[in-house]
């Protein structure tokens, strides 16, 4: 849908009024009852809804409609931002460009328009595309930031302090932090707690939010050789996911094959599309959990007891396996969504 030449003006002629529009007013009420309440200045709550309801209403070119970024208000210190992120930014002023004809230069993936409820406008371009949605997580979180996507799938994603919304037009979905989950996780678990937050953040934010179903798992006993399983691939590159640019070759490989993939304890990806073959005592003493997939999983780590098995559904949810018991699952699991992203 085009944007009305009212609309356009009123945005061309001055900043953000702190009185949202009635439909900025609908969108805030939609988020509520998805589980997010805008906290900030009325300043800044119309900053944002401005740009979600800009997101939610593009522009249309010739039958084509095109994604869009935004970051809001960052709040922490600009030095930490590149080495946070691993993104190299380069920054610049809006000048007396309109916020409409500036988001033509934005994408949302490499190119962002930096806005604030009180100072300077500017543009923010990427050495690299970053527009998955654990990208928008980590942006988020380093900048102190609330982030505004439009993906080129059409999919509107808002990021925060409160977690992950997305929404596709008829309804939102809140993916609340993993922050807010990971600490039964890691208290019940055996390993580094850093590779275990990034392996849930990969599990959620890469493959649930795209319905891509893979089970890892996490052996922290890399000296031992582990319970039979089923080698039906070469070994793979040393992936790491510590390493951020390492994340989109493994999310694009586990896409495409079935079976495990089993990393070390530094979180060292070393084999993929593995068959988890489970004991004949796990066979008789575990019983089934879902489908095949997370029953496979739950067998192997009752094998595997030190290790830690995720196994990310197809439609989303998040499962987390040690022991051949049930650790943790997320907290959307069983809102029966499937967003491809």
């Not at 460009?97 to 328009?113: C, N, Q």
């Not at 993929?272 to 019983?287: C, F, H, Q, T």
């Not at 030190?306 to 197809?314: P, Y």
Request: aromatic content about 4%; proline content about 8%; glycine content about 10%.
């Amino acid at each position: 849908m085009t944007l009305g030449r009212g609309r356009y003006c009123r945005e061309m002629a001055a900043p953000p009024s702190p009185s949202p529009s009635p439909v900025q007013r609908r969108i805030a009420e939609e988020l509520a009852e998805a589980g997010v309440e805008l906290q900030g200045s009325d300043a800044w709550r119309s900053l944002l809804l401005g740009e979600i309801d800009a997101a939610l209403r593009p522009q249309l070119h010739e039958r084509r409609v095109f994604s869009l970024g935004s970051i809001i208000d960052p709040t922490t210190d600009e030095a930490t931002w590149e080495p946070g992120t691993e993104l190299v930014m380069r920054r610049g002023p809006l000048e007396a460009l309109p916020v409409p004809d500036a988001r033509r230069f934005a994408d949302g993936m490499s190119s962002w328009l930096l806005r604030r409820a009180d100072g300077p406008q500017e543009w923010v371009v990427f050495d690299r595309p970053a527009g998955s949605e654990r990208d928008l997580v980590v942006v988020a979180e380093v900048l102190g930031a609330t982030v505004v996507q439009r993906h080129p799938t059409g999919v509107v994603r808002v990021v925060g302090a409160f977690g992950v919304v997305r929404g596709d037009g008829l309804r939102w979905h809140r993916e609340p932090p993993i922050s807010s989950w990971l600490d039964a996780v890691v208290s019940s678990v055996r390993g580094d707690p850093e590779v275990i937050e990034l392996l849930l953040e990969f599990a959620v934010h890469d493959l649930g939010a795209r319905g891509i179903g893979a089970i890892l798992v996490h052996r922290t006993d890399d000296e031992r050789s582990g319970p039979n399983v089923e080698a039906r691939l070469p070994r793979p590159p040393p992936l790491r996911v510590r390493r951020a640019a390492d994340l989109a070759p493994l999310r694009h490989a586990l896409g495409q094959v079935d079976g495990a993939a089993v990393l070390d304890a530094d979180g060292v990806l070393r084999q993929i599309g593995v068959r988890l073959v489970p004991s004949p005592d796990a066979e008789a003493s575990v019983d089934g959990l879902r489908g095949m997939r997370h029953t496979a999983g739950r067998r192997y780590s009752f094998d595997d007891p030190t290790a830690t098995v995720i196994v990310v559904s197809e439609d989303g949810p998040v499962t987390v396996l040690r022991g051949g018991e049930l650790v943790a699952t997320s907290p959307s699991a069983g809102d029966g969504e499937r967003t491809f992203v």
